[in-house]
């Protein structure tokens, strides 16, 4: 079974900072991509930031020169430091991972898995 356990979240200030960190553990063949994801209420859930095996990054343009992905691949797990954080910023942020499973059978195709989410909170 596959897990990502998220943290790091919490109330800070506008113009602050925060580091999210998620890890994940379990039979891991190999992890396509990470990634972070968040929903703020009443909206859909949107990309924050995306980073494949090979260290290239993707950022919604909301959260481009303030927010930085980075991942250990050894480790399995993938930051997201966001410095100068807005009240628009406010959601539950969500890790996600593409990967594939060492299964009985071999190994699995690859698929989506999502973290528990971790809330933001940013004030005015």
């Known amino acids: 079974q596959v897990q990502l356990v998220e943290s790091g979240g919490g109330l800070v200030q506008a113009g602050g900072s925060l580091r999210l960190s998620c890890a994940a553990s379990g039979s891991i063949f190999n992890i396509v991509y990470m990634g972070w994801y968040r929903q703020a209420p009443g909206k859909q859930r949107e990309l924050v930031a995306h980073?494949?095996?090979?260290?290239?990054?993707d950022y919604a343009d909301s959260v481009k020169g303030r927010f930085t992905i980075s991942r250990d691949n050894a480790k399995n797990t993938v930051d997201l430091q966001m410095n100068s954080l807005k009240p628009e910023d406010t959601a539950v942020y969500y890790c996600?991972?593409?990967?594939?499973?060492?299964?009985?059978?071999?190994?699995?195709?690859?698929?989506?898995?999502w973290g528990q989410g971790t809330q933001v909170t940013v004030s005015s």
């Open positions: 980073i494949p095996s090979d260290g290239s990054t």
């Open positions: 996600n991972a593409r990967l594939s499973q060492t299964t009985n059978w071999g190994v699995s195709p690859p698929r989506d898995y």
